[in-house]
């Protein structure tokens, strides 16, 4: 997993639970690099889980707010460090459409070696979406809390709906995606 994610989750628990909480976190999750992460590194998935937990022990809170409350941060995150992404698409549906298009596109021609999860577009109509998101890690309540904040971001009220659908080849979640009338 790419640094960028570790060190903008390490942000996030800063500014909603403050600087000794990370550390802390960090304390509890034993990890072998004390926390001491780069954006640009390239670290085990399982150093995420373990912080997730620690941080989970410590506040109560789920996985599943705990993830969706930083996949908000990380988009905002994303938006103010990679803006054009974002000012390429005029909508929500555009932008989310384009995630496997056109950003994935940009983040493998900076790490190779990145392993970004797929969204592949199932249906798309004038207040509908729905989109499949597949991924080797357990990440669907990251996903939403990023798609949540991106709706934010372009000024649009959704009602998101998720379920696993657990396909042969390879299983994924599907998200649907309803605007507000």
Do not use: W
């Not at 004390?34 to 410590?58: I, K, N, W």
């Not at 005029?90 to 056109?102: A, G, I, M, P, R």
């Not at 207040?127 to 499949?132: A, E, K, Q, T």
Request: charged share 25%; proline share 4%.
């Amino acid at each position: 997993m790419k640094g960028v994610v570790f060190t903008e989750f390490l942000d996030f628990v800063a500014a909603t639970h403050g600087s000794d909480m990370a550390d802390e976190i960090i304390e509890d999750a034993a990890l072998p690099h004390d926390g001491a992460y780069t954006s640009v590194g390239t670290y085990p998935f399982q150093e995420m889980q373990r912080l997730v937990a620690a941080l989970c022990h410590r506040t109560r809170a789920s996985a599943d707010a705990l993830l969706k409350a930083f996949g908000g941060h990380l988009c905002s995150a994303f938006a103010i460090k990679y803006p054009d992404f974002f000012t390429a698409s005029k909508t929500l549906f555009d932008f989310l459409e384009s995630v496997d298009q056109h950003i994935h596109v940009e983040v493998y021609k900076l790490y190779p070696d990145a392993e970004l999860p797929t969204f592949r577009t199932n249906s798309r109509d004038a207040g509908h979406l729905s989109i499949d998101y597949a991924s080797c890690r357990p990440l669907e309540s990251l996903a939403e809390g990023m798609i949540r904040a991106a709706a934010r971001h372009f000024g649009e009220t959704v009602t998101i709906s998720r379920r696993r659908v657990e396909d042969e080849a390879e299983p994924f979640t599907r998200f649907l995606i309803e605007q507000a009338a």
